[in-house]
């Protein structure tokens, strides 16, 4: 889909893209009695949760096969089982059927709790086929919301905890038998039921619910015109008001798909308009709009994960803490390199009649307000779910303060409805982990997986990290990021963590490459949406998107190897010192990249360039000292050169 002939997407044009690329998107469309059930269920979901969030929270077993039984039921009702039905928009005999089923599975806990605590460790027949019927619609609701990958993967494993005394080398184990893999997967709290979906049933749900609460008053739009503002009139002004709205745009949609139809549609056929390439629009918007879910106070659901497999005491504040410095030189890479573009092409930012006035923007200001009070309620102490219920009440209080933002009680069911929906993607994905994280806990598989990645590096740092990202970003392509952080952070993170690097430095570097996995070509579903909406060729999208988003291949690195960065056990100067070094080199090699700073740069002023940057990024005093000659060197050749017009480079070059 092309917006050559227009100037915006239509809502349709932009659901229909998502639906494309992220198949959370692509669910039906129902009216009726089975559209009436299915709007009752959404809405009972989100009670249930908010229920439990306030008058406490259900045993682990009963609170997770309860939120389990509600989304898997609303996945078989909604998603169809191939995307050609979708336009039916009918619900087969078929799928009602597991959705009644899923009702069963969802209940069989909490009806049988007592007998089930009793005879724990032995299974009835009716037990064995409970839990294969949760197995089976766990990976098929996986395949219908986030795509056949993660499914694939959660089979292989449990196919691999089956026929462990046949695998090669140290991979063989004793093996399970059925009875043993249905036990650990649907009776214990270490498969299905385990820590993901313990995740998803109570903080990520309500921060989803959170941000659906935000989009009904409407601030996705005012961050559009916030960075209309403030980036709009600056030189190259639509591509940095693309970097900066998509990166607020990122506080509340935890998908990086959706974060690019919702505000590219409005950023990328402003580019398109001062003269961008379609390739390079595309490529602005979608490198920014992934970088989103990076971006503190509210990263993506992977976030919220991470506080469990760490432990030990760290909370969510903590790590949205410790992602700040990287996620603001991310964006910040992205910045220098949209500006030297602009300055390399010539374009101009926007006019006076095309930037929103200033009451305009400052009337509104107030909807940022439920933002700031969820950081300050966190940092103050309170707990992650009482802070997103609090946050929830204030958006609804603020949202009054004006008409066009008010949220209304038609609104609020509509969050409420809008948010269960939002979250059934994640639950599958969760529940899927869960059967990975299951068999890599009850075969060892985490630890003999590390060893081996350590054998494959020869113990070395850089290679284990090396392969770590390699792996992250393979997962990552068409997985969700929750699934990928669980595998990887299970698999690959315990790895890093044996040659010594803190556990939030290895935990952030897989996080980090999973997320970006989806700018990262053959499968970039993010960029891929992105060229949907600038009409540009998706693979060169891609592989463009990869380029600006260059810092997020780097900063992991430099975190792991200088932990300062994250603000783990440093000093102030340390840390202005790192981060200042570290900006100084993304200049480097931004405009090695581009090609352009003060003028176009010479084939050599780019090698120096891109080599004194990297050295500049990596936390050694010498290469620092380096890699600040590099840059007061090339800064001193563009001044003494007499030559204006060297021949243009491009970012494509």
């Excluded at 102490?381 to 038609?410: C, D, N, P, Q």
């Amino acid at each position: 889909m092309s917006t050559t002939n227009h100037d915006t997407l239509t809502l349709e044009q932009q659901q229909e893209l998502m639906e494309k690329y992220d198949p959370e998107a692509a669910s039906r469309k129902l009216k009726g009695i089975i559209g009436t059930i299915v709007f009752i269920l959404l809405l009972t979901f989100s009670l249930f949760q908010l229920y439990t969030s306030i008058f406490g929270v259900l045993t682990a077993q009963l609170q997770r096969s309860i939120h389990l039984g509600f989304a898997l039921a609303l996945i078989f009702l909604l998603f169809p089982a191939r995307k050609k039905n979708l336009s039916k928009n009918k619900v087969t005999w078929f799928d009602i059927l597991l959705a009644l089923l899923a009702v069963v599975v969802g209940a069989y806990w909490p009806v049988m709790i007592d007998e089930l605590v009793n005879r724990v460790g032995r299974l009835t027949p009716v037990d064995f086929s409970i839990g294969l019927a949760a197995i089976v619609l766990v990976l098929e609701a996986t395949r219908r919301t986030v795509g056949l990958p993660i499914m694939v993967i959660a089979a292989l494993f449990m196919a691999y905890a089956v026929y462990g005394p046949y695998m090669p080398g140290f991979l063989a184990h004793r093996g399970l038998d059925f009875d043993s893999l249905i036990q650990t997967m649907f009776f214990t709290t270490e498969g299905i039921l385990g820590t993901p979906l313990g995740v998803s049933s109570t903080f990520i749900f309500l921060f989803l619910l959170f941000g659906s609460f935000l989009e009904k008053t409407g601030v996705g739009q005012y961050f559009n015109d916030l960075a209309v503002f403030i980036a709009g009139k600056r030189i190259g002004g639509p591509a940095k008001v693309a970097i900066f709205s998509s990166a607020l745009q990122g506080t509340i949609s935890g998908s990086s798909v959706a974060n690019v139809v919702q505000s590219g549609a409005f950023t990328i056929p402003m580019m398109k308009k001062l003269g961008y390439g379609k390739e390079f629009s595309g490529a602005v918007e979608a490198s920014a709009s992934t970088g989103g879910q990076l971006m503190p106070p509210i990263m993506g659901a992977a976030a919220f994960l991470m506080v469990e497999f760490i432990g030990g005491g760290i909370t969510y504040w903590d790590i949205a803490k410790a992602a700040t410095i990287p996620a603001v030189l991310y964006f910040t890479g992205i910045w220098i390199m949209t500006h030297f573009e602009a300055k390399r092409v010539g374009l101009r930012g926007l006019t006076d009649d095309e930037i929103p006035g200033r009451r305009e923007i400052f009337s509104k200001l107030y909807l940022l307000f439920p933002i700031v009070a969820i950081m300050v309620l966190m940092l103050t102490g309170m707990s992650v779910m009482r802070s997103a219920i609090w946050s929830i009440l204030i958006t609804v209080v603020v949202s009054a303060i004006r008409k066009e933002t008010r949220i209304g009680f038609k609104g609020i069911i509509a969050a409420l409805v809008d948010g269960a929906r939002s979250a059934l993607g994640v639950v599958a994905a969760t529940a899927s982990a869960g059967i990975i994280v299951g068999v890599v806990t009850k075969t060892g598989l985490g630890l003999k997986l590390a060893n081996g990645l350590l054998d494959l590096a020869g113990g070395a740092l850089i290679p284990t990290l090396f392969f770590t990202m390699i792996a992250s970003l393979i997962l990552g392509m068409g997985s969700p990021t929750t699934a990928n952080y669980v595998i990887t952070s299970t698999i690959a993170a315990p790895a890093i963590i044996l040659l010594g690097v803190p556990d939030l430095s290895a935990h952030l570097f897989v996080f980090y490459f999973g997320i970006i996995a989806d700018i990262t070509p053959p499968v970039a579903l993010a960029a891929f949406a992105a060229a949907g909406v600038s009409g540009g060729e998706p693979l060169k999208t891609g592989v463009m998107s990869s380029k600006l988003a260059i810092a997020a291949f780097i900063i992991p690195y430099i975190f792991v190897l200088s932990p300062q960065m994250l603000m783990i056990d440093t000093t102030w100067y340390e840390l202005i010192w790192v981060v200042f070094t570290a900006l100084s080199g993304m200049i480097l090699i931004g405009a090695g990249i581009i090609g352009h700073w003060l003028r176009s740069l010479f084939w050599y002023e780019r090698v120096i360039a891109m080599i004194g940057g990297l050295l500049l990024i990596y936390p050694e005093k010498i290469s620092d000292i380096i890699g600040l000659g590099s840059f007061i060197l090339i800064i001193a050749l563009q001044l003494l050169s007499k030559r204006k017009n060297t021949p243009k480079a491009s970012i494509a070059s």
